[in-house]
């Protein structure tokens, strides 16, 4: 199983990035798969969660009404449209999956970064007042 993020760079405040996270060696149907972010000294925080064996998809509050989580299944790539970056957006963001049956609640365990195996290196996201 491999997930690779791109995507990361340096935008002013406001400004929109969509950052990729390209997959393999996994079904999609089988497996959750979230988007975290880490800033150094502080702990790898959930952003946002899909399960494409029904659709559901969940964001942290922080995020709500302007980062959006897709996915094309076909190319099994996922994708985190952000809009209105702020410069407390700034972070590493992290693509990460987990089979789907581990997760019956999924509710409470999606943003949780020791519920998730297997993770990408990182893209690097920087937001300038």
């Known amino acids: 199983i491999q997930l690779e993020e791109s995507g990361g760079d340096f935008v002013q405040a406001g400004e929109s990035l969509r950052l990729s996270c390209t997959t393999s060696?996994?079904?999609?149907?089988?497996?959750?798969i979230s988007w975290f972010r880490e800033v150094p000294g502080k702990i790898r925080e959930g952003v946002s969660c899909?399960?494409?064996?029904?659709?559901?998809?969940y964001y942290a509050d922080f995020v709500k009404g302007r980062f959006t989580m897709s996915s094309d299944i076909s190319k099994k790539m996922v994708y985190l449209q952000m809009d209105n970056l702020k410069p407390e957006d700034t972070a590493r963001y992290y693509c990460?999956?987990?089979?789907?049956?581990?997760?019956?609640?999924?509710?409470?365990?999606?943003?949780?970064?020791?519920?998730?195996?297997?993770w990408g290196k990182g893209t690097q996201v920087t937001v300038s007042a």
């Open positions: 060696g996994f079904r999609f149907d089988d497996f959750v």
């Open positions: 990460a999956a987990d089979p789907r049956s581990r997760h019956p609640n999924l509710h409470s365990t999606w943003s949780r970064a020791s519920w998730m195996d297997y």
């Open positions: 899909f399960r494409s064996a029904d659709g559901t998809t």
